[in-house]
Each structure stands twice: as structure tokens, then as C-alpha cells.
């Protein structure tokens, strides 16, 4: 069952959030002669927050990647024994 906060969803509901951070709110508030500061902070922090999250993301990737390339360097390593072994056993016979 997919819902809207499903895994596959996060990135664009990230993007979504900084799009109406960045153009949406600040056009909608054009009209106001002064803009509410507790607001702005509020706006302030969950961009601080939103970018936290962007570096914690490329960190997880980075991990992943990391992650992969040295299950493939022991999956190489096991295939060479076993070729090893298998030769070595066609030898002796």
C-alpha cells in the first residue's frame, strides 16, 4: 500500500518543501507591507534543517557506495578462491 510519506516519496516531498520555501512563500508574502519576524525565523529554521538533512542524505549515499564496491571487491575474492581451489583439484586428478 503506497502512501503519500511512502520511502519513494521523500525526496520529492524534500523538493516540494524547498520549492515553497523559496518562491511560493515569499511571493505570496509581496503583498504585506511588513512580514511577521517569528515567522521568518520559523522559515529560517526549517531551511537550516531541510539543508541539515540534504548533507545527511549525501552522507547515507556515500555510505551505500562505499558499502557496495567492498561487497563486490569479497565477492571477486571468493570467486578467485573457488576458481583457485576448482584448478588446483582438476590438477591433482
Known amino acids: 500500500m503506497s502512501t503519500i510519506l511512502s520511502r519513494a ?3 520529492a516531498i524534500f523538493f516540494g518543501a524547498l ?3 523559496m518562491f511560493v512563500l515569499p511571493i505570496a508574502s509581496w503583498g504585506q507591507v511588513e512580514m511577521n519576524p517569528e515567522f521568518l525565523g520559523y522559515m529560517e ?3 537550516e534543517d531541510m539543508e541539515e ?3 545527511d542524505m549525501h552522507k547515507v549515499a556515500f ?3 562505499l558499502g557496495s564496491y ?3 571487491v569479497i565477492a ?3 570467486v578467485l578462491l573457488v576458481g583457485t581451489k576448482v584448478f588446483q583439484g582438476k590438477r591433482k586428478e
Open 9 to 11: 516519496n521523500k525526496p
Open 63 to 65: 555510505a551505500l557506495r
Open 53 to 55: 538533512i540534504h548533507h
Open 45 to 47: 529554521a526549517i531551511a
Open 19 to 21: 520549492l515553497l520555501l
Open 70 to 72: 567492498s561487497l563486490v
Open 76 to 78: 571477486v575474492a571468493q
